[in-house]
T-cell receptor, first 112, second 113 residues
Framework: GENVEQHPSTLSVQEGDSAVIKCTYS??????FPWYKQELGKGPQLIIDIRSNVGEKKDQRIAVTLNKTAKHFSLHITETQPEDSAVYFCAAGKTGGFKTIFGAGTRLFVKA | DAGVTQSPTHLIKTRGQQVTLRCSPK?????VSWYQQALGQGPQFIFQYYEEEERQRGNFPDRFSGHQFPNYSSELNVNALLLGDSALYLCASSLVVSGETQYFGPGTRLLVL
């Protein structure tokens, strides 16, 4: 069935360093790839998304890349700050908002 | 601009009972999706409602049912609760014409004893 794998499950970095989270998806029909940040006791918050007609997208310290051929997509956070500490989820979906599949999450720790 | 709201925030039930969770979508949104998030895992899609109809469904039993009202708000009902139903239940809203972007509410944490 449809699946999204996410790595690593835990990531610890020093403040100011970069963090990279990688995901792969199985459904070749997926064309929408959002990333969510979830803080303790809260719902997931959309931080950036990318569509399959775009290979890369950047928003300040956050960037996403997509390789449709390899079915890989990645989240890059530069100049990490302690407030970036949270659980990050990747997801794969399709046009029209049909069933979005989430990865298992990456717990990011940014050490001051 | 109000975001997605859910009620209640926490709920404790016993096995065999029934529960109803509620969701109000972000202003202007017409589609509501429900997800179950077990501890330490990613959200799992339960079903999606649009125009008061269930549009698609994930791999959840018929004990899970829902409803969407004319004002686009939605309810999730779970019958015959099992211990394994303990989780955070998330509602996400979107606008069907603009596509895929979903915005999540804070969730309802359900504990089944």
């Amino acid at each position: 069935g449809e699946n999204v794998e996410q790595h690593p499950s835990t990531l610890s970095v020093q403040e100011g360093d970069s963090a990279v989270i990688k995901c792969t998806y199985s459904d070749s029909a997926s064309n929408y790839f959002p990333w969510y940040k979830q803080e303790l006791g809260k719902g997931p918050q959309l931080i950036i998304d990318i569509r399959s007609n775009v290979g890369e997208k950047k928003d300040q310290r956050i960037a996403v890349t997509l390789n449709k051929t390899a079915k890989h997509f990645s989240l890059h956070i530069t100049e990490t700050q302690p407030e970036d500490s949270a659980v990050y989820f990747c997801a794969a979906g399709k046009t029209g908002g049909f069933k979005t599949i989430f990865g298992a999450g990456t717990r990011l720790f940014v050490k001051a | 601009d109000a975001g997605v709201t859910q009620s209640p925030t926490h709920l404790i039930k016993t096995r065999g009972q029934q529960v109803t969770l509620r969701c109000s979508p972000k202003s202007g949104h017409d589609t509501v999706s429900w997800y179950q998030q077990a501890l330490g895992q990613g959200p799992q899609f339960i079903f999606q409602y649009y125009e008061e109809e269930e549009r698609q469904r994930g791999n959840f039993p018929d004990r899970f049912s829902g409803h969407q009202f004319p004002n686009y708000s939605s309810e999730l009902n779970v019958n015959a609760l099992l211990l394994g139903d303990s989780a955070l239940y998330l509602c996400a809203s979107s606008l069907v014409v603009s596509g895929e972007t979903q915005y999540f509410g804070p969730g309802t944490r359900l504990l089944v004893l």
